[in-house]
């Protein structure tokens, strides 16, 4: 079965500085999708960023990007230039194929320090 | 505009109560989903639905029932409320499930007494 671990249960960063989630997955297929969603106190899960396992291309979406080891099964999310709106939870997912389920890692918690 | 909702935002109730979470999307995705957030923030998936049709049903007790009267909606019927019933139920639709971008609801926090 697949799991999605994050072995950082809490993180702190200082504003302006640039943090990195760590993300482990185990599948044993080629083709799949990973996400990385935030859930501010708000708590709606938004996404960040999205990567297909085909594409060897790190993802990116302006202050954020992955660092996608297929090999070794592991999908980072840095963050730059931290802002006190990056302060949330972080999920790392992991999804098969079509018409398959999301399996949500178990969450990092961030909190950027001013 | 939102582009996925679901009412009540909050229900407090009694155990052994019967209640329904509503969702609805108009995004005009096919497929839509329900998940479950615990006091642990932790976030499993319970049903699945895509046109209409259920797609994954989870180990999920037989008291929740998801009914999809068409493909922007999405509601989630609970029988019998237990105490560990209590979460986050968070709805969700993505155009197909091909690995797109799963668009979520603001939650409805249950509580159970």
């Known amino acids: 079965a697949q799991t999605v671990t994050q072995s950082q249960p809490e993180m702190s960063v200082q504003e302006a500085e640039t943090v990195t989630l760590s993300c482990t997955y185990d599948?044993?297929?080629?083709?799949?999708?990973l996400f990385w969603y935030k859930q501010p106190p708000s708590r709606q899960m938004i996404l960040v960023i999205r990567q297909e396992a085909y594409k060897q291309q790190n993802a990116t979406e302006n202050r954020f990007s992955v660092n996608f080891q297929k090999a070794a099964k592991s999908f980072s999310l840095k963050i730059s230039d931290s802002q006190l709106g990056d302060a949330a939870m972080y999920f790392c997912?992991?999804?098969?194929?079509?018409?398959?389920?999301?399996?949500f890692g178990p969450g990092t918690s961030l909190s950027v320090i001013p | 505009d939102t582009a996925v909702s679901q009412t009540p935002k909050y229900l407090v109730t009694q155990m052994g109560n019967d209640k329904s979470i509503k969702c609805e999307q108009n995004?005009?995705?096919?497929?839509m989903y329900w998940y479950k957030q615990d006091s642990k923030k932790f976030l499993k998936i319970m049903f699945s639905?895509?046109?209409?049709?259920?797609?994954i049903n989870e180990t999920v007790p037989n008291r929740f029932s998801p009914k999809s009267p068409d493909k922007a909606h999405l509601n989630l019927h609970i029988n019998s409320l237990e105490l560990g019933d209590s979460a986050v139920y968070f709805c969700?639709?993505?155009?197909?499930?091909?690995?797109?971008?799963?668009?979520f609801g603001p939650g409805t926090r249950l509580l159970v007494l």
């Open positions: 599948t044993s297929e080629s083709d799949y999708y």
């Open positions: 969700a639709s993505s155009q197909g499930q091909g690995g797109e971008t799963q668009y």
């Open positions: 995004l005009g995705h096919d497929t």
């Open positions: 997912a992991y999804m098969k194929t079509s018409y398959d389920k999301v399996i």
């Open positions: 639905y895509n046109n209409k049709e259920l797609i």
